[in-house]
């Protein structure tokens, strides 16, 4: 169990790597491009909300799954922007074997299962990977064109798509999505229906990508945002599941952690290291689930509102579980880097045992169990330096 607990971490340390990989999209605020590990997260929550807009035969927690997995290939192949001249066969091909690559850390039984659903997005044929796609169409259309200022140059991308390019096939499709761009492009009064009424949430989402966290990429210095800390968080749910201590609803859980911080837009993040008003920065956060959950109709922000609570409640096996992960992240990444933000809020291994391990223990003791001799040889060495 120890030597497939290693594998699986070896695969999600790697796919951190997904947070460096930059995107032609940029954030709706203009700021910088968009990398391809909060696109995920953007499209796993595009995936939630317009889920009563798919199909009768598609199951959203698959295509959530989907979403999360879809661009991890770009950590060895890079992305490929849509409007360039690009010999496709060339990156279908080196896409394959960088998927063989990547799922090939992770024990073969899960590994494989990984890769066929990749395979089945890529292949665009089940209803599954066909309302996966059309998401990962929509998403970067209305990252243009619902800025305030877009570029120039990214409008005529996307007109262009919608005259004859990738994204035409959406007016049949998905035509509720490609009236709405079509009226933005034109200056035409939108639409009032159960697309456009969803469409406000998920922009607002996107200033989750400027929240930055304590925590540091393993492969870069910069701090990450909590919206790629969701996506990862994500997947490390989904990869270790099968350490929790009680029976969990593993498609339950990533809707929560799809949603854990969605709050940070307004209440920011608050490092467990750090000095925080507790009372106030839950009232904080209170409003702010109030206030971006309205933001969509009923009776999903009830829906979305509940997840979140039962969330921040832990009580159930569920949330359990999703606190145990959350917590289990950062310190593989702290190992990582030389400390990171342990080296930052000055923490001792002390602290760790008051504020980490009690939740990783209560919802998946293996986890502790792996985590926990490395804890203590780092912080063992740190006291031995500064002797």
Known sequence: MTDRLSAQIAFLKQADRLKTVERANVLLDQSRPENSAEHSWHLALWALVMAPLAAPDVSIDRVIRMLLLHDLVEIIVGDHPIHLDTDWQAVAEAEERAASQLFGLLPPDQGQEFQALWQEFEGDQTADARFAKILDRCQPLFQVLCADQPQAAHIEIAQDNMDGGRVAYLAQAFPLAFDHAKALLTGATPDTNAFTT???FLTEADKLKTV????????SDRFENSAEHSWHIMLYAWVLSEHAETDISVA??????LLHDIVEIDAGDHPIHGHVDHAAQAAKEEAAAQRLFDLLPAPQNAAFSDL?????AAES???VFAKAVDRFQTPIANLETGGGSWVDYDVTYAQIEIRVRPAIET???ALWRWLQPQLAAYFQTQVAMDA
């Open 198 to 200: 969803r469409l406000p």
């Open 212 to 219: 930055l966290r304590a925590s540091r990429l393993m492969t």
């Open 252 to 257: 339950r859980v990533l809707r929560m952690l």
């Open 308 to 312: 979140w609570h039962e969330f921040e």
């Open 317 to 319: 096996a569920d949330a």
């Open 363 to 365: 919802g998946a003791p």
